[in-house]
């Protein structure tokens, strides 16, 4: 142990390469010579890569110092300048702490079940070496995730994660649905993206650091004000007067950490699949049954738990953020949990039991209990990818028959199950235990409860700084979650015992069992995702005994089974039996200051678990009563006496309905009118307007060039006629000499000259009679004065036609005047010489208006 | 040393030399897999060899050779003029000497990359040439310059080798125009002189619009007359305002001179700045190009030949950004300040999100492609107009992996236009079954062009909105244009899934489809650089960021003192010029000598031949032909 020590150094661990290094390696080599190297070959290199991460990572977890981090940096990526111009090195860095530690252990360790049982149910798909190159893609990414040094590097597997389940959700791309789902599930973690980017910018410009360190020794520095409206130059100048409502009496702020918090957050619940974007989630499980439980349950999907725990310093800040996040958790786990009820497709209820399990995360760090959250993230690892694998043991059994893909995942082509696959169903119970909340055997009973108990008894501290005011929880909040979470709790230990008996016990369903029955011919697996099947008769079809999966597949389902009994006395907190928690409790420390228990709750930690066991009785016994005894009977009549409501949960509350007449509509009709714009208006008038107008006055143009005498003696005639115009008509016009008008107040007039003209200066007072040759004419003002002037002209024809001047000499001061508050001092009576600013001249004279 | 010793060191690229050699399977031509090996193994190298290495920046101030930017440029125009000298008949004569003459370049332009790009110019050539209105040939490149003259050299040779693949007919001519082509971009990118600038950049139209008009799709004819007219336009404001500037100049100091450093140094009142700022970045924003002056961009893409189309993407449009950089920031400083939250609002709203959104609903792939160029421009646009040392690295990164990916999927959709003679998005679906290679290689391109980290789109992306964020320029809006630019990142995303889904996925119903050969070994070849490129931008960005900071820096700074000082200086009426100390001697290095006297008088009024006081001393060959300078 000493000599790794000093082996690897704390600073320069570069185990921490070894980790990363070999599954990008096994993805390189699979996606790049996976065809040569053989079923077998990639099978070895994929396991091979996963297995040496996986020791590695014990390795590292063992090495792990009490407090502290073992980092690495590989590489200077970027640089970026701050706020102040400090310039904000951005490295390809990674360091472990009890958190990212036990995230990797859970992710190369579940990760190479999951590999282990991928290499049997995938055998017989011609995709396999692509399937495995995915896969250790995608555990390189989620590892960058986990261990990432910054921010950046975060966000470098959280894109990366991101798109491995974009390529294995679509990875049978022959349908459009897969590749739809895929689709939807990386735009919507987009959004979450986006999220995460402005908070970045917004880490960046108040912190000045991407880094975890930084960001947690710095996070005080986000208690300032955001003005968030208005935005831009809003203000009543700015904006016509019937938007003025818009404008607040105040600006509205939130807290820097307020916004940061929902930012991040919303990334969050992209990646892991909250309100309002947990729609993608349900859709992903159109890729195989084993990314579904690698990504969609164990990993990927926490990776927001996992942020917001890593960026607990910045939400304790924030009680406002935190209560969205926890009330947010609890919304959603209530709303998946009620959709979960009367799904009919095993995989589907799956889904919407780890979005709601994902809630119940949610609540737990949105409480200020950043591990107790994080206990459910790693309990869940196990008991959702047992069940999942155990869901893919079924279908892979059904599949033998059943060939279409949503066929073989109906619960209603199951049944009867546990004769003939004992170890699938064995774990799956005690999966099902898990999640439910077995009191002390299942570890989703003290991972769960400890998140319950947390919700009940929080009391959320403001962190005070000057020139802020926080918002605080009201007390009934915390109280509301815990009852919220209990209901959730009866209708989780509903459903996944619902599919318990409805896939295990009663009658097997999926056809009439023909022992003596043989494929017929052609080898059949599954590589016939997307073909058409024409085995598909319709009514009743005879097939095999269905069997219980090979070894590859029950392994991995015995031991995470195992680990879901044992995960809980990792956690097991009321107990005092909880070595994780110790090992964690360094890494939240600081961010537990915040968080305090409310008075009064500190003999309740027992009693307050009874509703969490009547919650599980409730639901166990519930599902068994309606499924066991009675085989599905009330549900059938629930459907029929509220045939609406039932339609409407099946039908899950049709929120993805809501959001593609919304704002999936709205920003489609936008793109439509946009497209049209482009091609009508802003070509329209850039490009065909002008074409049409040069072309316009080109055919003008044309018309006079005939080439006729006639027209060309026309033109020259109608010309001449103008120029005699021109020459009748008398024009008075007059240059404003005024250089020497603050001085001696004399302004010189002098008028245009023109064929025979006289001219005559009206002057109020002095009127003069006779028109004479002179152009000149001086104008004398006081200070303070106003005159007009008046110009006649008249030409040889004797026609006439004036021109007023206004001429005004200012009194005294510039402005003294006309704005007597302008300056506070009193201006000196006279300016010395001529010094009026030639700006205004033009506003002290100005001509009135022709004739 | 050794062939051992060379293998030790050398060990990473001669694996994956080797790797790349063996990596196709089936029969490919030996010649191609030495190719791609030899391609592979060189991007390592290269990697390795530009590896930024602490503390040794400063050391070993290496020779410039003045005349290498003359050679740059020389080699592709006289390389032209020799290609009319080889007989039509000699097609593989032809095509090969263009592919040498392009491939040398891009070997000598590596060159530049040996002198550690301190701030300032580098590779400075001046020589005089109309030296009665002080136009002289004046190239330099700086951190800037160089890594666009880089990707022009590179783009170059593969979008030769790309035509080569589709176009049979007049190749003579095609590489003549390829040629002049990439002399013009070149020199477009190096010149100081605003009227040698002028020059390239209207040569530069000419072979595009003959390759658009020769080698064109359908509507080839009007397609190549949009593209003319439209950038003609804008050449003519910008035409005006230069030779504005430069009689400004010659009013101030009794010189004429077309010097982009003498005429930084130049104030205009403040009516005139704006205009003649209007004048020179509406000539750049029908270049890039800016919302609303776009049009011409989609309809030349679509009709222009896959080689035309590379180039176009890759390397034209970014000349109209390189040209904001330079010469509207550089010598509008004011304007560009105080303008900048508006324009920064038409780059986001204009380009990013309204380029994105009319992408998402076109028909026709290489539409679709050209309004991602909007888009993806936006963001270049954003970075520059917000002016933060991130923002304008973030945006030179931004131009070169907008080049690369877009290049890439030019090129892609080229090939799959050989096949099928329809680019029409509705004509495909499933062909993924029939063409796994190409497929992988356009969904690479795809996510590099949308931006996922690892790939070169992500850093770019990234440093212009953290630029954003912490802008100046922007002020009260940094905010609200951070949120805007972010939100291009989620309709990036659906506009290019939406059409790799519905080209490549679901089930493959048209016939005509189900018999489409994968990529073959010429193309494969023509596409692994790009391809490379997108990693090696992706994850090692500081190779290129280290090498362009300190003139981003320069320019930062420069722009921040100069706008400040254009803003106290400017008045309503006169023009002014800034004293010499305004600047960094590094800028000024070669500026024709006119900044000798003390104070910047306000000199008389318009046409006043009396300012010659202001002796201009004689240097650079610079003839201070006063009194008849007209």
């Known amino acids: 142990m000493e000599a790794l020590r000093t082996l690897f150094p704390a600073s320069d661990f570069t185990l921490l390469a070894a980790i990363l290094a070999l599954p990008a390696l096994g993805a390189l080599v699979n996606g790049l010579f996976g065809k040569r190297l053989g079923k077998e070959g990639v099978r070895l290199m994929a396991l091979a890569a996963l297995g040496g991460s996986f020791l590695a990572s014990v390795l590292t977890y063992l090495l792990l110092p009490a407090e502290g981090k073992l980092t690495w940096t590989a590489w200077r990526w970027i640089s970026i300048q701050g706020r102040m111009g400090q310039s904000i090195p951005i490295d390809v860095a990674f360091s472990v702490d009890a958190l990212s530690g036990t995230m990797m252990l859970v992710i190369t360790g579940v990760g190479f079940l999951i590999h282990l049982y991928s290499s049997e149910y995938m055998k017989n798909d011609p995709g396999f070496h692509r399937f495995f190159a995915y896969l250790n893609l995608f555990c390189f990414a989620m590892l960058t995730l986990v261990m990432g040094d910054n921010l950046a590097m975060l966000f470098v597997g959280w894109e990366g994660v991101g798109l491995c389940s974009y390529l294995l959700i679509g990875f049978w791309y022959g349908e459009d649905k897969n590749a739809a789902a895929g689709k939807k599930a990386f735009i919507v973690n987009r959004i979450g993206d986006f999220g995460l980017l402005v908070a970045m910018a917004l880490i960046v410009y108040y912190v000045g650091t991407l880094r975890f360190d930084g960001i947690q020794s710095g996070a005080s520095s986000l208690l300032q004000n955001v003005k968030i409206w208005p935005i831009g130059n ?136 950043f591990a107790a959250g994080f206990f459910h993230v790693f309990t869940h690892a196990f008991f959702k990818a047992c069940l999942f694998l155990g869901a893919g043991s079924v279908i892979h059994a059904i599949h033998v028959r059943i060939h279409d893909t949503d066929r073989s995942q109906d619960m209603g082509n199951m049944g009867g199950l546990k004769a003939y696959m004992p170890i699938t169903r064995w774990t799956y119970l005690i999966a099902c235990f898990a999640i439910a909340g077995l009191p002390i055997l299942g570890s989703g009973f003290w991972s769960k409860d400890e998140i319950l108990w947390k919700a009940f008894t929080v009391d959320i501290m403001a962190v005070s700084a000057p020139g802020v005011s926080q918002w605080m929880w009201p007390s009934w909040l915390g109280r509301a ?99 994780l928690a110790h090992k964690l409790e360094p890494v939240f420390a600081l961010s537990s200051r915040a968080i305090r228990q409310r008075e009064g709750t500190e003999g309740l930690l027992f009693p307050m678990m009874l509703p969490g066991i009547a919650a599980f009785l409730a639901g166990t016994v519930g599902a068994m009563v309606v499924y066991q005894n009675r085989r599905g009977e009330p549900e059938r009549r629930f459907a029929t006496m509220f045939p609406r409501l039932h339609r409407l949960i099946y039908d899950k509350w049709r929120i993805d309905e809501l959001y593609d007449a919304t704002v999936v509509g709205m920003v489609d009709a936008l793109a439509d009118i946009f497209t049209i714009a482009d091609k009508w208006i802003v070509d329209g008038i850039l490009a065909k307007f002008t074409a049409a107008l040069v072309g316009f006055f080109g055919t003008v143009l044309r018309a006079f060039q005939t080439g006729r005498v006639q027209v060309y003696a026309a033109a020259m005639v109608l010309g001449l006629v103008g120029v005699g115009w021109f020459m009748v008509k008398p024009h008075a016009d007059a240059t404003v000499n005024d250089e020497a008008l603050r001085r001696s107040g004399e302004v010189k007039l002098s008028a245009a000259p023109g064929l025979g003209y006289s001219y005559r200066w009206d002057t109020p007072g002095v009127s003069e009679t006779t028109f004479a040759k002179t152009t000149e004419h001086t104008v004398k003002l006081d200070p303070g004065e106003t005159k007009d002037v008046t110009l006649r002209v008249r030409n040889a024809w004797g026609s006439e036609s004036s021109e007023t001047f206004t001429l005004t000499r200012p009194a005294g001061g510039r402005r003294g005047a006309t704005e007597p508050g302008a300056l506070p001092a009193p201006q000196p009576p006279t300016l010395p010489t001529g010094t009026i600013p030639a700006e205004r001249i033009p506003d002290l004279i100005q001509p009135k208006g022709l004739q | 040393m050794s062939p051992f010793d060379l293998v030790i060191k050398y060990w990473l690229a001669l694996a994956a030399g080797i790797v790349a050699g063996i990596l196709p399977r089936g029969e490919f031509p030996a010649r191609r897999r030495v190719a791609l090996g030899l391609i592979t193994a060189l991007t390592v190298l290269s990697v390795q060899w530009l590896w930024p290495v602490e503390g040794a920046a400063a050391e070993a101030t290496a020779d410039e050779w003045p005349h290498l930017l003359n050679v740059l440029i020389g080699m592709p125009i006289l390389g032209a003029v020799g290609v009319l000298f080889i007989p039509r008949q000699m097609l593989s004569l032809v095509r090969g000497f263009t592919l040498v003459v392009l491939g040398v370049g891009f070997v000598v332009s590596l060159a530049l990359l040996t002198v550690p790009m301190t701030p300032g110019w580098h590779f400075q050539f001046i020589k005089d040439w109309i030296p009665s209105l002080g136009i002289r040939w004046h190239v330099a490149v700086d951190g800037i310059s160089l890594w666009l003259i880089l990707l022009t050299t590179f783009i170059g040779p593969i979008a030769a080798y790309a035509s080569f693949g589709s176009i049979k007919t007049q190749v003579k001519e095609l590489c003549f125009c390829l040629l002049l082509l990439q002399g013009a971009m070149l020199g477009a990118f190096v010149a100081l002189d605003l009227f040698l600038f002028f020059v390239f950049w209207e040569l530069m139209l000419v072979p595009m619009y003959v390759m658009i008009g020769i080698w064109g799709g359908a509507e080839k004819i009007k397609a190549a007359l949009k593209l003319f007219i439209y950038t003609m336009t804008g050449s003519m404001l910008m035409l005006a305002a230069m030779v504005y500037l430069a009689w400004t100049h010659q009013r101030l100091t009794g010189v004429w001179s077309f010097d982009y450093l003498a005429l930084s140094q130049v104030v205009l009142s403040r009516p005139a700045q704006m205009m003649c700022f209007w004048a020179f970045s509406i000539a750049f924003f029908i270049k890039v190009p800016m919302w609303p002056v776009h049009t011409w961009l989609p309809d030349a893409h679509v009709q222009a030949p896959t080689g035309g189309s590379i180039i176009l993407a890759a390397v034209m449009l ?135 980290p690892g790939t070169n789109g992500f850093v770019g992306e990234f440093m212009i909105i953290m630029g954003t964020f912490t802008s100046e320029r922007l002020g009260t809006f940094a905010g609200i244009h951070t949120i805007g630019a972010s939100a291009g990142v989620i309709l990036a995303a659906v506009y290019m899934l939406s059409a790799v889904q519905r080209v490549f996925f679901g089930p493959l119903t048209h016939p005509k489809n189900k018999g489409l050969s994968d990529i073959s070994p010429r193309e494969m070849v023509a596409i692994a650089p790009l391809v490379l490129m997108i990693f090696v931008l992706g994850m090692f960005p500081s190779i290129f960021l280290d090498r362009m900071k300190d003139s981003v820096a320069m320019a930062y700074d420069q722009f921040k003192t100069v706008s400040g000082q254009a803003i106290l200086f400017a008045d309503e009426q006169q023009a002014k010029l800034l004293p010499a100390d305004t600047f960094s001697p590094a800028f000024l290095k070669g500026a024709p000598g006119v900044k000798e006297e003390g104070e910047p008088e306000a000199p008389p009024e318009a046409g006043d031949e009396g300012v010659q006081g202001a002796a201009p001393t004689r240097r650079d060959g610079v003839l201070a032909d006063r009194g008849g300078d007209r």
């Open chain 1, 234 to 369: 809003m203000s009543s100048g700015t904006l016509p007067g019937f938007l003025h409502f818009l404008l607040p009496e105040q600006p509205v702020t939130i807290l820097a950490a307020t916004a940061v918090g929902l930012m991040v957050f919303l990334g969050c619940a992209g990646k892991s699949a909250q309100i309002p974007l947990y729609i993608w989630l349900p859709d992903a499980m159109a890729g195989p049954t084993p990314v579904s439980a690698l990504i969609h349950a164990a990993t990927m999907v926490t990776a927001g738990v996992y942020l917001v725990a890593r960026l607990s310093a910045v939400f304790v800040l924030s009680p406002a953020a935190l209560a969205v996040v926890a009330v947010t958790g609890a919304l959603t786990a209530l709303l998946a949990a009620t959709i979960g009820l009367f799904q009919n497709d095993l995989k589907k209820v799956l889904a919407y039991s780890t979005v709601s399990q994902l809630g119940y995360m949610f609540i737990g760090v949105g409480v200020g209990a």
């Open chain 1, 481 to 579: 979650i815990y009852w919220a979470g209990v209901t959730g709790a009866v209708f989780t230990s509903f459903y996944m015992f619902r599919s318990y008996f409805r896939t295990f016990h009663g009658e097997f369903r999926g056809w009439k069992i023909d022992p003596t029955w043989k494929d017929p011919g052609h080898g059949h697996g599954h590589d016939d995702h997307g073909h058409d099947d024409h085995h598909e008769e319709h009514g009743e079809i005879t097939g095999p005994v269905p069997h219980e999966s090979p070894l590859p597949m029950t392994i991995p389902l015995m031991v995470l089974a195992a680990f879901s009994i044992g995960a809980g006395f990792l956690v097991a907190e009321p107990i005092h039996v909880a070595p």
């Open chain 2, 318 to 452: 970014k000349i109209g950004t390189y040209a904001y950089l330079r010469f509207s920031m550089g010598l509008f400083p004011g304007p560009a300040s105080s303008l900048a939250a508006n324009l920064a609002g038409v780059a986001i709203l204009g380009g990013i999100i309204y380029g994105a959104l009319v992408a998402w609903k076109q028909a026709d792939v290489k539409r679709l492609v050209a309004y991602s160029s909007v888009a993806h421009l936006g963001f270049v646009m954003l970075g520059l107009f917000g002016v933060t040392p991130t923002g304008i690295q973030g945006a030179v990164l931004q131009m070169v992996n907008h080049g690369i990916s877009t290049g890439a999927l030019f090129l892609l959709v080229g090939v799959i236009y050989d096949r099928r003679h329809t680019r029409l998005i509705s004509e495909f679906g499933g062909i993924a079954k029939v063409m796994p290679i190409y497929t992988a290689l356009f969904v690479l391109v795809t996510f590099s062009s949308i931006g996922v």
